[in-house]
């Protein structure tokens, strides 16, 4: 079973914000990801934060982390259409050549006009 | 950049039949992995490789064989493919130390039937 938890769709019209949800639950973990799927393509990584941070803003994007509810959100302000796709939330315990990421279900975005 | 390379992009196999998918990256990274994605599921760790010459099971590594050639290439081999075997395959590779950042191939579809 996975350790990480996400919802598995979210709804948006186009211009509001979006908020996607995760819940993990190694308290251990170093670096927490956010990473998108467009269909037909691989995972690239959105945006990342360490795990001292509370809050990490890149342009549209805010991520927030409360650690001691292990909750994990990403913020999209402004969605748009391009924003369809699914996003994966992820953790990591050591950064060292045997860490391994550990994925969550992926939340699938439909941006609707 | 080319990034991770996989190869094939689709394959369609008959149960019992035996193949190998090819992974390949020029970023000069230690560790590299094999994922399965199926729908619901998110992504899966079937085998990883923490540098060359070393393997490790993931999750699911019933039914699957790996081989790391060389610090580039990382290859998953079915021997006798099942229809429980039908996913999209993600190579993936990570330099050791920094964010952790995982770096995706664009997918390997195959179809057992």
């Known amino acids: 079973g996975e350790d990480v938890e996400q919802s598995l769709f979210l709804s948006v019209r186009e211009g509001d914000s979006s908020v996607i949800n995760c819940t993990y639950t190694d308290s251990s973990s170093t670096y927490l990801y956010w990473y998108k799927q467009e269909p037909g393509a691989g995972l690239q990584l959105l945006t990342y934060i360490f795990s001292n941070m509370d809050m990490k803003q890149d342009q549209r994007l805010t991520v927030l982390l409360n650690k001691k509810d292990k909750h994990l959100s990403l913020r999209i302000a402004d969605t748009q259409t391009g924003d369809s796709a699914i996003y994966f939330c992820?953790?990591?315990?050591?950064?060292?050549?045997?860490?391994?990421?550990?994925f969550g279900a992926g939340t699938q975005v439909v941006v609707t006009p | 950049n080319a990034g991770v390379t996989q190869t094939p992009k689709f394959q369609v196999l008959k149960t019992g039949q035996s193949m190998t998918l090819q992974c390949a990256q020029d970023m000069n990274h230690n560790s590299m992995y094999w994922y399965r994605q199926d729908p619901g599921m998110g992504l899966r760790l079937i085998y990883y490789?923490?540098?060359?010459?070393?393997?490790d099971k993931g999750e699911v590594p019933n039914g699957y064989n790996v081989s790391r050639l060389n610090k580039r290439e990382f290859s998953l081999r079915l021997e006798s493919a099942a229809p429980s075997q039908t996913s999209v395959y993600f190579c993936a590779s990570r330099a050791t130390g920094g964010t952790g950042e995982l770096f995706f191939g664009e997918g390997s579809r195959l179809t057992v039937l």
């Open positions: 992820a953790e990591i315990f050591t950064t060292d050549s045997w860490g391994k990421l550990q």
């Open positions: 490789s923490a540098s060359e010459g070393t393997t």
